[in-house]
């Protein structure tokens, strides 16, 4: 492919302000010519786009602003009412997360994102039971494309209400669905070391920081389940990648181990 080269193409023979003009002319144009409910269009989807933009940047209080000002031009739109929910779940302002997933739900019942990340708000208020109902809803529906989480997510609460068997029976159909689902092969090493099952739940644990090296909960619960099998060299090695990577109280926790192995 021939490189242009933009020095030699021919300059314009307009004068500048004329070309400036010719321009502000075609905009204004363009203008006119949308209707005031295409403009409304245009201006919801520029908030809403600029909301995921932030939201992949991690900039969640300028993504909250935007979702809630494509709200006023839309009010119905679920996506945006399941964003906002989630903002404010991560916020911590749960109630406030409940009433926004709950009118994305109203506007589609079958809005298995919504249902899915409702149940997840209550497995943080420990309401095991509801967060189970919404799960189910999720999966009731057929075309939604990421059921390993709501199964995940199920065997979770199952795991907490001390049910090993449906919480085994969800990671598998979990895992059925994506083999390598992190959250999955997390919740079965729960369940085995909750069996008592210590070399199970260690390949377990293995494998997610084979996927994520930093899953310092994972290197957690490696280093506990090394320590009860009696090799106290590896539990030590886990233990200091939790000091190093996990939050101020589980790694206050891990020197303290580090330091009574090591004596």
């Known amino acids: ?3 242009i080269n933009l020095k030699k193409l021919p300059l314009p023979r307009l004068s500048t302000y004329s070309a400036l003009c010719s321009v502000l002319f075609v905009l204004l144009l363009f203008s006119c010519a949308i209707s005031p409910a295409n ?4 201006e919801f989807d520029t908030h809403y786009k600029f909301g995921l ?3 992949s940047k991690g900039d969640l209080s300028k993504a ?3 979702f809630h000002k494509a709200l006023k031009l839309d009010p119905k739109h679920k996506e945006s009412l399941n964003y906002i929910g989630y903002i404010s779940a991560r916020f911590n302002k749960y109630d406030e997360a409940e009433a926004y997933y709950k009118r994305a739900i109203s506007v589609d019942r079958h809005y298995s994102e919504a249902l899915n990340n409702l149940g997840v708000l209550y497995l943080e208020t420990e309401d095991w039971d509801e967060a189970i109902r919404y799960f189910e809803m999720a999966l009731n529906n057929p075309v939604y494309n990421t059921p390993e989480k709501a199964y995940s997510n199920m ?3 199952f795991l907490k209400k001390e049910d090993y068997i449906s919480s085994q029976d969800a990671i598998i159909s979990a895992l059925m669905r994506k083999p390598d689902y992190s959250f999955a092969i997390y919740v079965q090493g729960l369940i085995f070391t909750k069996l008592h099952d210590d070399d199970a739940a260690i390949k377990n644990f293995l494998e997610i920081i084979s996927i994520m090296p930093d899953h310092f909960e994972a290197h957690w619960e490696l280093a506990n389940a090394y320590v009860r099998i009696g090799d106290r060299d590896k539990a030590v090695e886990h233990f200091k ?3 190093d990577n996990g939050n101020e109280k589980i790694a206050n926790e891990a020197i303290e181990y580090i330091e009574l192995l090591s004596r």
Request: glycine share 10%; aromatic share 16%.
């Open 1 to 3: 492919m021939d490189i």
């Open 241 to 243: 990648i939790v000091a």
């Open 39 to 42: 403009r409304g269009e245009y």
């Open 53 to 55: 933009a932030h939201m």
């Open 64 to 66: 909250y602003i935007e």
């Open 155 to 157: 065997g979770f609460a």
